[in-house]
């Protein structure tokens, strides 16, 4: 059991022939037992800041665990969102690739389709071509007929025309 201060200030010496002076010794013990007082009550204080200092680092201790799972729990929450937009991005692109597939083969038919009609258009173009040329023709051709020439030669009274037309306009 450690010494106290109360134990050294009632500590009693035998005294013995020739013995120390006593002033001296219960002003040293005065002295001793002021410093020993302070030296406890240093080591209390001491404790006590070791006792708080250690909860403290108990309490950093568990913060620094708890950061360390919160950054591996990040890192693995981080990697998961970077596969799955790694993903959606394949699945995207995939979707992109079969609509390009799909328009490019849409717009090749309907490009077909405008040859196809491009070339029936200029097939009926060349038959009206040919059909109105022929009707020209044949018109030129009633044109050039004699039959003009006769109606020519047909006189017609002026007088008599006017009376018909008198007639018509009576009845």
Known sequence: MPLTPLDIHNKEFNKGFRGYDEDE??????????????????????????????????????????????????????????????????????????????????????????????????????VFRTRFKMLIEAQLDMLNTDDWDHLLEYEVDATELQLHEEEDSLA
Request: proline share 0%.
């Open 25 to 126: 010794v219960n002003e040293f013990l005065d002295q001793v037992i002021k410093d020993y007082e302070l030296v406890l009550r240093e080591k209390k204080e001491l404790e006590e800041r070791l006792n708080e200092m250690q909860e403290r680092l108990g309490h950093f201790t568990s913060i620094e665990e708890t950061l360390n799972k919160s950054i591996v729990i990040a890192q693995e929450a981080g990697e998961e969102v970077k596969r799955n937009a790694q993903k959606e991005a394949k699945l995207i692109i995939k979707e992109a690739e079969k609509n390009a597939d799909r328009i490019v083969n849409e717009s090749l038919s309907k490009a077909r389709k405008v040859a196809m009609e491009i070339e029936d258009l200029k097939k009926q173009s060349k």
